[in-house]
């Protein structure tokens, strides 16, 4: 049989989609997220409710916007609020899942994405929280997607942007943060990573078709926990690299 071509970005898209349940709740943000749960949508969860920062709630991804406040965010939506209604709703608890992106990562799910070296003489000064510290904090489970590599995946932030477990067990709550709440899993072009329950530090679940778990830590910074066993996530099948060509990102928005 010959093997399915697909480029990493297909395949982040395809490994995210599938980690949204139907009838949940979703933050989703631009970019990969979105066409996740366009594709989540298409494929095994119609009852997907997607919930953007800009105030769309559960609309039909018949179109991919092209940002969290375009016109298609509110597409046959059940509401349609604004930027304060959303984030108050993650604060009452009722968005179950959150999709974030950050420049560097630390074993609790710690999220940078304001700066890169000293705060006051920044190296890089990157684009800062929008609503990503909101999500972070305030949904039931954070599911952060990024690429991974060594400069990404730091023993420590230079700056945290989300908070994930801070210093480790405990640290959400001394912080004041809802308790039972952050990062859930971490998806990258390698593996899939979680958080240990007890220790709360990163530990590697599964890795991507074709790549070794030495792979993995050679392009992670710090030690990571390893499950056991870990498992090799399965490639994007012919159906769904279909749907993300042919419906989701007809127009390569993204891919």
Request: net charge negative.
């Amino acid at each position: 049989m010959t093997a399915i071509e697909y480029n990493p970005t297909e395949l982040l898209i395809c490994t995210a989609a599938r980690m949204m349940p139907d009838k949940t709740t979703a933050f989703i943000g631009t970019g990969i997220p979105l066409l996740a749960a366009a594709l989540a949508q298409r494929m095994h969860a119609p009852n997907l409710v997607p919930i953007f920062e800009f105030g769309g709630t559960g609309a039909i991804l018949e179109r991919i916007p092209i940002a969290v406040g375009e016109e298609n965010t509110f597409h046959r939506a059940v509401a349609a609020s604004g930027i304060c209604d959303i984030v108050e709703t993650a604060q009452r608890g009722f968005i179950e899942f959150g999709f974030l992106g950050g420049a560097q990562i630390d074993r609790y799910g710690n999220l940078n994405s304001t700066v890169i070296g000293d705060y006051h003489h920044p190296k890089v000064r990157l684009p800062g929280s929008g609503g990503a510290n909101d999500v972070g904090s305030h949904c039931w489970k954070t599911i952060i997607i990024m690429r991974h590599d060594r400069r990404r995946f730091v023993e420590k932030v230079d700056f945290i942007t989300t908070p994930g477990y801070l210093d480790g067990p405990g640290g959400r709550e001394r912080a004041g943060l809802p308790p039972n709440t952050g990062p859930y899993r971490v998806v990258t072009q390698l593996a899939v990573l979680g958080f240990h329950p007890e220790t709360k530090a990163m530990m590697l679940l599964a890795t991507q078709p074709g790549v070794t778990v030495a792979q993995v830590i050679a392009e992670t910074s710090f030690e990571l926990l390893l499950a056991d066993p870990i498992e090799e996530n399965p490639p994007p099948t012919a159906e769904e690299l279909r749907i993300l060509r042919e419906e989701v990102d007809k127009e390569r928005f993204y891919i």
